[in-house]
């Protein structure tokens, strides 16, 4: 792909916090959002004292798109990283550093220079990086709940509170998800179906539940290819979902969001309780951890879409979508880890 160099240069002298004179450049695809361009930008950068520094740097462009229920999320990420967001961070919880953003409004795109962090990420995260980030994750949320910063306040483009009950909602309203676990050609075992319509049968009395819960800056697309575990510390990509939820939406897809189906239940016992634990460090008033409702959010966030991929997919991925529905089946009665 073409870069500006000029842009490039700028980007690299806010990196290494010196002037550079000139640089060369390889792009390679990242793994991403499905609707982002994600480049890894590799070369050597030269400084006015002709030093030569190895640099890597990610380039994001991000063009215009229509997201159920959420029409400004696609410039999300622009709006966060022009704002004070980055001031509420801290070093063991954070996002990369954005070198550079510029915002092209008659081409409804925007590019973003982002800090490239080697780290572990997606699949090969272990039990102890989940936990930490679910403890981190309770930390930041607890600060900013119970801080109410200005830098949080004065957000504008944030997806509002009632996002995962309007997309639970609309899946609930298709013939194609909601019929077929209630028609006789549905290969689900029965405790599988019954469970999910039980979600549907009690949904109004969860929802009242879950609406009790704090009120918190969620992620919500805090799955594992968004997390990167380095040097001790979490780092969190892709913010373009972000906005107002309720307490443990986010471990929800850390837990079900194509998950390490092997471990989900370990996980859901060893996560929840190191979130409350987090949260509860920094909010005197945060709610027991036995009033949690994970397992339900799970079921309301994913039950359906676990539906829709099993129906669609083949042999595999049918198998991958019951496993993960049996595992959430197995999580309801399962003892949190103290």
């Not at 010196?18 to 609707?35: K, M, N, P």
């Not at 989940?130 to 997806?159: C, D």
């Not at 107002?244 to 939406?249: D, F, I, T």
Request: some cysteine.
């Amino acid at each position: 792909m073409n870069i500006k160099t000029e842009t490039l240069i700028y980007a690299l002298s806010q990196q290494f916090k010196q002037d550079i004179l000139s640089a060369d450049y390889q792009t390679r695809s990242l793994q991403g959002g499905t609707v982002g361009n994600v480049q890894l930008v590799t070369g050597t950068a030269e400084t006015a004292n002709e030093e030569k520094l190895p640099y890597h740097i990610v380039l994001k462009i991000q063009h215009k798109w229509e997201r159920y229920g959420d029409p400004g999320s696609w410039r999300r990420e622009y709006d966060l990283y022009t704002s004070d967001l980055g001031t509420t961070f801290s070093d063991a919880f954070r996002w990369p550093v954005c070198y550079h953003a510029e915002l092209n409004a008659e081409e409804n795109e925007f590019q973003l220079w982002l800090e490239f962090i080697d780290g572990v990420s997606g699949l090969e995260l272990t039990g102890d990086m989940y936990e930490l980030a679910s403890l981190e994750l309770g930390r930041y949320q607890g600060k900013l709940y119970t801080g109410q910063p200005a830098a949080l306040q004065s957000l504008t483009n944030l997806s509002h509170a009632d996002l995962m009950k309007k997309t639970y909602l609309h899946y609930r309203s298709w013939p194609l998800v909601y019929n077929y676990i209630r028609s006789a050609e549905c290969e689900f075992p029965q405790h599988i179906r019954q469970m999910l319509i039980d979600i549907d049968e009690q949904s109004d009395e969860i929802f009242a539940r879950i609406e009790k819960l704090p009120l918190v800056l969620c992620h919500r697309d805090f799955w594992v290819t968004n997390l990167i575990y380095a040097d001790g510390a979490i780092a969190l990509i892709d913010w373009d979902t972000s906005g107002w939820g309720y307490l443990g939406e986010d471990l929800a897809s850390l837990i079900a969001d194509e998950a390490d189906i092997g471990h989900m239940v370990e996980y859901y016992q060893r996560c929840v309780p190191a979130y409350y634990k987090g949260f509860a460090e920094y909010a005197a008033d945060a709610p027991p951890v036995a009033a949690h409702c994970v397992y339900e959010m799970i079921l309301i966030v994913f039950g359906y879409r676990l539906v829709e991929s099993y129906i669609h997919s083949e042999d595999g991925g049918k198998a991958q979508s019951l496993q993960t529905l049996q595992k959430v089946y197995e999580m309801k009665n399962t003892p949190l880890l103290r």
